[in-house]
Every structure is written in C-alpha cells, then in structure tokens.
C-alpha cells in the first residue's frame, strides 16, 4: 500500500468571526440533534436461522514496529521506571487484557519484509542495533522473538507470525519456525533453550510476507502466487504444532490479485488476506485530519468504511469460484482509519488520536465482519497503540483509552458465538449526493444462549426509533451500553482521559415480545437480550 497508495492571520477580528460561525455551527449541529425527528427503522433478528460461527479472531489486533508502538508503548524495559512485567508496561498489558485479545499479529507490516528474527534473540545488550528502513529511525531489537511471545502469554491472545520474503529466504523463515516450536534437540531448540524458553511454543498462524504487491517486493501476483507455494512448503510443523499457512491477499478493489492468487495458490493456503483502510477524502496525499472535520468529511468517512462490505463480497465470491466450501479464510489482517499526521508528529510514526467518528467506524466493521463470519475467519485493526486506529495512546508514563477500545470492549460479547441473521429497513443518511443507510447491525447467539445485538447508528443529527421484532425467541430482559457524545469529534486526551467512555443504556420499551429501541444520534450500541 504504500507505494501505491500514497504517495497568522490577517486580523484578530477575522479569527474572532471565524470562531463566531464555528461556535454558531456547533450550537447549530447540537440544536438540531435535539430536535430533529428521530428516523424510524424496523429490525428483525431471526433467531431460528443462526448462521455461522463468528470467529473469535475477528477481533485480533496488529503490533508493527513502527513509531512507539512497540517502544514506549508496549515495551519499556526492565529497568524503566514505568511498572512492568519482564519490560512490559503493566497499565498497558494490563488494560488490553480486558479486550479478551484472541490473536496478536506481529512484526508488520511492512517491517516484516525487512525483519530478521536472529536480531532478535539472545543477550539483550548484545543485539544488534538496525535501521528500521520502513519507519524511520533504530530499532534496538530489545523487542524480539522472546519479548513478542512472552506479551502474547500475558494478554492469552495467539501469535500470528508474518515471515520476511521481500528481503528474506525460505530457509530463514524455516529455521525460525523451528526454533520457536521444536521440542527435538536440534542446534535451534537447543538455542530457544539456552536464551531462557525450555518448552517450544504454539505458532497458530503463519504468514508468508506482507504487501507483496507493494513494500513486500513489488510483486505481481503471477510471481507472488509461485513464490507463496516454494515458502508455504517450508514452513514446517514440529512437534506436534499445527500452522495455519497464510498467502498475502489483495488490498482494496485489488480483484485481480485474489484472482490469481486462488486459482494458482488455493490448495496450499489456509488463509488469504485483504487490507483496506478508512481515508476520509480517499485521497493518500491529503487523508483529512483526525480531529478537526466537519459534518461533511464525517459523513464521507462513513461512505468509505462501508466499501469494506462491497469488498468482502466481491473478494470472497471470487473465493467462491475455487473454494466453495470455504475452508480458505479471508484474513482482513490491516483495515482502520487512516488521517494526516498531527501538527508536529513525526512523519513515519502514524500516530494519531481517535475520536467518536472512529467508534463509529470501528463498530461497522466489526458488524460487517460478523455479517460475513462464513468466510471473514480473521480481522487484525491496524494497529493496538499509538499506531494509526488505536486502542491505546500512551505519553511516556501516561495512558489513555481511545474510543474505539470501548467499541472493542463492547463487542467481545461476539467473540465465538454464533451468527445470527438481521433484516434492518432503516432511512439512509444522505449527504450531498451521497448517502448511507442511517443503521448499520450484527446480532449472535453466546453458548450460554444469551443474544448479543449490536448497533451503529450513523446519522450525527438524529437517533434512530428501531421497532425490534425478536424471530423465534422471548425476551425478558433486556440490558446494555452506549457510546456517544454531544460532539462528534469527541475524544479522551491525557488532561480528560474519561471524556468519552460507555455509559448502561436505557433507550428500550419492551413490551410483550415487542421491543422498541431509542438508539442515539451518532452512537453505538451492544444490547444483551435474555
Ligand atoms: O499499518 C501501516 C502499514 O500499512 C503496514 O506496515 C503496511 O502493511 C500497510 O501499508
């Protein structure tokens, strides 16, 4: 992707007017949110038609080496003076463990492709220091093989592993599998041992490069799909664990990628991936910003994130033509909002804040995902701190929750239950020329038999009225949490860290089996139905 895709005023009374009609337009927005009709929409989750199993590892993350996500953010060291575990910073750890993190993928990105794992291991003051020709600046390598699985132990999240074809080799790749999941006497699991881990570990999900169409190697997908076979033959299981071999996919409209990939490459591949990131203006060189946007870019980011439904249809019906009984999972391994760099941020640090807008899209995506559980079998949000559309923002010892940590936190409830079908008739929010539907759900079934409805709504002016017909089951009680806000730019920084956080959600009549939702303007909301 990124190759391709990115590529003092005049007069203090000109400032004072200027924040006049902001503040005007403000007034303006909350006013008509408070009187605007709310749109009505009618809901029926059929309950006596559950679908697929929804994959817990939808709700995966991605850590790349990159800005301070990794430094700083997760890794601290020993002896910093910010409380740790073994060098991980415990408020971190600690808040993440709460999002029941089922898979961890790691070390990119596109720094996977220029990754070699002996950097890694052994004597800390003894690894060797390495440009990080992606990102920018060192990387000291104190976080490596060890220290990335030792943080996939404390959260209880699978390791995802993505090996280095653009500047690596088969045998590379090989060795370092065996080395983290041999339990034989070979020189390597001789070597794991001797640098402090007796057991080998379980390696779940490997994959064989990342972006190879772009900063994995410029690859087309012809060359790609041969070299994906030659890697995926050596990547070998050792005693007696199991790895799920995943091909890089394509990114965005990319159909010709997966095309080729699944015709050529299908048998060998558990997995193929998709990236797709929320740009408001869809435009690489000037993204829009984070926090300063008004209705219209809110809107045209709402646009955006829903192309994630047209290209998970249409990838996965090419899927379809070579696997029709699915077993190749589509991995959505990279998608979240993606804006200009902050004023006086560094350039390849990708750090930026995180506001209701990304709550919102946040809580579309896992609903389209959910929406696909048949073939969507993976989903990693890019990427878990201070990186792009994070759960966490971390100002040397400080630490904030974002927005979308809540939204992750609010849908844990789907992790592994099963699918359940919706049927939504809601008014689009129409903008310009542009519209989207105002609604936007996902509903499932727990093994404890508990429903789970989550819902976004997406119009910032009105709340949705959602007459809910509950197919096949009695409800008796209802209970849940919103998350909103007045603005919707709304977000937490290190001075107001609780600005915006979920609050228990009362917006229900249910009477009889009929149910009746008051769903805020600009919100989402996960209801559990007993
Ligand atoms: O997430 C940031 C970057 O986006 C990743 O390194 C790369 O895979 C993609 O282009």
Redesign the pocket.
Same mark, same amino acid.
């Given at each position: 992707? /990124?190759n391709r895709?990115r590529i003092v005023s005049t007069a203090s009374s000109v400032l004072c007017m200027m924040l006049t009609l902001s503040l005007l337009s403000a007034s303006v927005l909350r006013a008509q949110a408070q009187t605007a009709e709310p749109n009505k929409a009618t809901l029926v989750v059929r309950t006596g038609q559950p679908g697929a199993v929804i994959n817990k590892n939808i709700y995966g993350h991605?850590a &790349?080496h /990159?800005g301070r996500l990794i430094y700083e953010g997760l890794w601290v060291g020993e002896n910093s003076s910010i409380p740790n575990t073994r060098g991980l910073r415990n408020d971190v750890v600690g808040a993440l463990k709460e999002l029941h993190i089922p898979v961890l993928r790691w070390p990119?990105?596109?720094? =996977?492709d220029e990754y070699h794992w002996r950097d890694g291991i052994g004597p800390r003051d003894k690894r060797p220091k390495r440009p990080n020709a992606?990102?920018g600046g060192i990387d000291t390598n104190a976080f490596g093989t060890h220290e990335f699985m030792d943080l996939c132990d404390l959260l209880g999240a699978d390791a995802y592993i993505t090996g280095n074809v653009g500047s690596g080799t088969p045998q590379e790749m090989m060795e370092w599998i065996e080395y983290m999941t041999s339990d034989s006497d070979s020189t390597l699991a001789q070597l794991r041992r001797q640098n402090g881990r007796e057991k080998p570990w379980k390696i779940p999900y490997f994959a064989v490069g990342?972006?190879t169409w772009?900063?994995?190697g410029e690859m087309r997908p012809e060359y790609y799909a041969d070299e994906y076979r030659r890697y995926a033959t050596f990547i070998k299981n050792f005693s007696g664990n199991h790895i799920q071999k995943l091909a890089v996919g394509s !990114?965005d409209d990319y159909y010709q990628w997966t095309e080729v990939l699944m015709s050529q490459a299908a048998r060998y591949m558990n997995g193929l991936s998709l !990236?797709y990131?929320t740009l408001p203006t869809n435009n690489w060189s000037k993204k829009g910003s984070a926090t300063q946007f008004d209705e219209k870019e809110w809107h045209s980011t709402l646009v955006r994130t829903l192309r994630m439904e047209e290209f998970i249809q249409k990838h996965s019906a090419i899927m379809d033509k070579y696997d029709a009984k699915k077993r190749v999972g589509l991995m959505v391994d &990279?998608w979240?909002t993606?804006y200009d760099r902050e004023p006086g941020r560094d350039m390849g640090a990708?750090f930026q804040q995180n506001t209701l807008r990304d709550a919102v899209v946040a809580g579309i995506n896992l609903n389209i995902f959910n929406n696909h559980a048949e073939r969507v079998q993976m989903a990693n949000i =890019?990427?878990m701190v201070n990186? /792009?559309q994070a759960m966490i923002l971390t100002d040397k010892e400080k630490m904030v929750l974002t927005p979308t940590y809540y939204v992750f936190k609010m849908f844990k409830v789907h992790q592994g239950a099963t699918l359940i079908p919706v049927e939504l008739n809601a008014p689009e929010y129409k903008l310009d020329q542009a519209a989207v539907p105002s609604v936007n759900a996902s509903a499932s079934r727990d093994q404890e038999g508990k429903l789970h409805l989550s819902i976004v709504n997406l119009d910032p002016n009105r709340a949705a009225d959602i007459t809910t017909t509950i197919d096949g089951s009695s409800v008796k009680n209802v209970s849940g949490e919103v998350l909103t806000a007045s603005a919707m730019n709304a977000m937490n920084t290190f001075e107001r860290p609780d600005a915006i956080k979920p609050t228990s959600f009362s917006g229900f009549k249910l009477q009889g089996s009929q149910l009746t939702l008051s769903i805020p303007a600009k919100s989402v909301v996960v209801l559990e139905l007993r």
């Open positions: 992707m /990124l895709r991605f &790349e /990159l990119g990105g596109c720094f =996977a992606s990102w990342n972006e772009g900063c994995g !990114h !990236h990131y &990279e979240g993606w990708l =890019a990427q990186v /792009l």
